[in-house]
């Protein structure tokens, strides 16, 4: 169906109209010229991402109902970071001439089934038109006492370095679209070049190889916020002392946690998690997976501080790696290599205003 | 300056470094994963808007200072449209290669004038880049307590239809600005076609007419929010029943209140607020004057409805006017013409995805 038949408050109304609101901090959703919250014993939280076609995704690797759901985690990822729970979300999109109703329903199926995941309620947004890409901008607010909020700044000189999870594989995913995707291209441009009619028929139903390496493509295209991650600290009695969630790679954000908290840091090559995955793919790509896992962006997994005496506990966790620990400023910021020696971190995480 | 030399951190520090928050309910601001809010005594409220160039705005007609203001100002609006007090604002900008940091800064300048007007704080963000225009999304909070909220569902028969300033002159100042724009493309097509070199010069210096039309730009390029016309209900006692503020146009904003409380209403023409330089434009336009007052958008003015005892209260204050009355659902949505005709109201207003 056109979108411009609906018109935006009907195309709102289709999207939102069998949405309920099951939060009690929800007062008011849809359908004002603001939505009503009300938080009288939590501190809220807020956060809020722009997504832009082009820039943030690819719309030939991944479809709409995983990016309504990716795009709905990022930011409830963000909520989990400050050790909050999500509760509401405001969604706007821009939508160009080539998107149907169909399509923008498609978008919202996984948006819902994010928030569902995590009792998030719509509480709003926009919906317009663009003339280029989709854009999608979403707001998150979630809720958290004062005492539990954990900030970048809190890190501690002994403090344990954690993250969950393993790094690198929603690079190597990425990086495994794009090889399929050129490959596909080069197939056509071939077969073009020969005028072979027979082989740009076959090159219609392309399958490209993803053989081994759905993890790569899971990590890559349904992103996973660790709200698991923080029941389980929790559940167990540990309040980080720092926390971030690794959307940039491990080492830009780890420098972020160093600058607020006036520290330095220690992390041990050996010790980063990295799935089977991911290494083959890295090593078949002659890149170096280690690099991959400090440097590659979307893993969304969390990046954390504990205080020493926590070793144990943190250690009973599954799924949970202690990585390094934080030391005097002075000392700066090292990653000790498999072979004992020592680098400075570097910060080369994704810069969206370099693309 | 080229933004990719800052990189995004480096843009957000550079354009955020000098804010200080003001209220007291904002607890954290720029700087971690989520800002931090705090509301114990009050609902909060929350408003959200995406607005995409060649859609909502265009460069030719604003500049980035300006453009930063409205941004602004129109969220702003919609806090004060729940009769709520605005607090806290993010911001996240999509830009494209063509602009520079001091670009930003104009825009953020605008921006944080808006802010200080209404002693609203910037509390965060994203930044990051666009392949094609500039996007802007915005999210405002505010805070009102729970007996204060205005909603669009609270009008009753009987009640008072009511609208601050003026309406239709924004609606003029866009047909203006593109007049102009097309008085100058076209001049500059017949200097090209006669290979008139002297006449290209001075078109280089084309100033485009704008005299004793300044109120049209004013209300085009400059919005202000009406929080002096909440501030001026709150003295003299008055609680709308409903409210919005105009950004669709009166018709459309209108029929939203009369489906959302059910209930009918009746508009007299005769008094519909029209300034002078609306009126003398719409005769040059060859437009309808009405048709422009009901359904041009972007006055951003308050259409309210307050009980029938607030009869002379209301009439006393300035900048205020009273265009008709709330009836019973079954009398429909009328109008009624200096002419004493009566017509059913339709919702002509910009809708966003017909662009």
């Not at 109902?65 to 050790?83: E, P, T």
């Not at 790509?285 to 170096?288: A, K």
């Not at 250690?315 to 700066?332: A, P």
């Given at each position: 169906?056109?979108?411009?038949?609906?018109?935006?408050?009907?195309?709102?109304?289709?999207?939102?109209?069998?949405?309920?609101?099951?939060?009690?901090?929800?007062?008011?959703?849809?359908?004002?010229?603001?939505?009503?919250?009300?938080?009288?014993?939590?501190?809220?939280?807020?956060?809020?991402?722009?997504?832009?076609?082009?820039?943030?995704?690819?719309?030939?690797?991944?479809?709409?109902?995983?990016?309504?759901?990716?795009?709905?985690?990022?930011?409830?990822?963000?909520?989990?970071?400050?050790?909050?729970?999500?509760?509401?979300?405001?969604?706007?999109?821009?939508?160009?001439?080539?998107?149907?109703?169909?399509?923008?329903?498609?978008?919202?199926?996984?948006?819902?089934?994010?928030?569902?995941?995590?009792?998030?309620?719509?509480?709003?947004?926009?919906?317009?038109?663009?003339?280029?890409?989709?854009?999608?901008?979403?707001?998150?607010?979630?809720?958290?006492?004062?005492?539990?909020?954990?900030?970048?700044?809190?890190?501690?000189?002994?403090?344990?370095?954690?993250?969950?999870?393993d790094?690198g594989a929603a690079?190597m995913g990425?990086?495994l679209?794009?090889?399929?995707?050129?490959?596909?291209?080069?197939?056509?441009?071939?077969?073009?070049?020969?005028?072979?009619?027979?082989?740009?028929?076959?090159?219609?139903?392309?399958?490209?190889?993803f053989a081994g390496k759905e993890y790569l493509l899971q990590r890559q295209?349904?992103?996973?916020?660790?709200?698991?991650?923080?029941?389980?600290?929790?559940?167990?009695?540990?309040?980080?002392?720092?926390?971030?969630?690794?959307?940039?790679?491990?080492?830009?954000?780890?420098?972020?946690?160093?600058?607020?908290?006036?520290?330095?840091?220690?992390?041990?090559?050996?010790?980063?998690?990295i799935d089977y995955q991911t290494a083959v793919m890295a090593e078949e790509?002659?890149?170096?997976v280690?690099?991959?896992?400090?440097?590659?962006?979307?893993?969304?997994?969390?990046?954390?501080?504990?205080?020493?005496?926590?070793?144990?506990?943190?250690?009973?966790?599954?799924?949970?790696?202690?990585?390094?620990?934080?030391?005097?400023?002075?000392?700066?910021?090292?990653?000790?290599?498999?072979?004992?020696?020592?680098?400075?971190?570097?910060?080369?995480?994704?810069?969206?205003?370099?693309?």
């Open positions: 169906m056109d979108i411009a038949k609906l018109g935006e408050f009907g195309l709102i109304d289709h999207l939102t109209k069998d949405i309920k609101t099951k939060n009690e901090s929800t007062k008011y959703g849809v359908g004002d010229d603001c939505a009503v919250l009300c938080y009288p014993d939590k501190e809220v939280l807020i956060t809020t991402d722009l997504l832009m076609e082009g820039v943030h995704f690819d719309l030939t690797y991944i479809d709409l109902q995983h990016l309504g759901y990716k795009s709905a985690m990022v930011n409830i990822s963000d909520i989990f970071a400050m050790n909050g729970t999500p509760r509401q979300m405001t969604v706007s999109l821009a939508i160009s001439k080539r998107f149907s109703v169909e399509d923008i329903e498609q978008f919202y199926q996984g948006l819902r089934l994010a928030c569902e995941k995590w009792n998030v309620d719509i509480i709003g947004g926009d919906t317009t038109s663009s003339y280029t890409g989709l854009a999608i901008s979403i707001t998150c607010i979630g809720e958290a006492r004062k005492e539990d909020i954990v900030y970048r700044n809190g890190a501690k000189d002994t403090d344990l370095i954690c993250v969950s999870g790094l690079y990425l990086q679209l794009e090889r399929e995707k050129s490959v596909y291209y080069q197939q056509v441009e071939e077969a073009r070049k020969k005028n072979d009619k027979r082989a740009l028929e076959e090159l219609s139903h392309f399958q490209p190889d295209l349904q992103t996973e916020a660790r709200g698991d991650i923080i029941e389980k600290l929790r559940e167990a009695g540990i309040r980080p002392t720092a926390m971030m969630d690794i959307s940039d790679g491990l080492s830009s954000e780890l420098m972020h946690i160093c600058k607020q908290s006036g520290v330095g840091c220690r992390i041990y090559e050996k010790n980063i998690p790509m002659n890149m170096n280690t690099t991959c896992a400090l440097n590659g962006g979307e893993d969304y997994e969390l990046l954390f501080t504990v205080p020493i005496g926590d070793h144990e506990k943190i250690e009973n966790i599954e799924d949970i790696k202690l990585i390094g620990h934080i030391t005097d400023e002075k000392f700066g910021k090292v990653l000790v290599t498999r072979d004992n020696q020592e680098f400075e971190l570097k910060a080369q995480g994704w810069n969206p205003l370099e693309k």
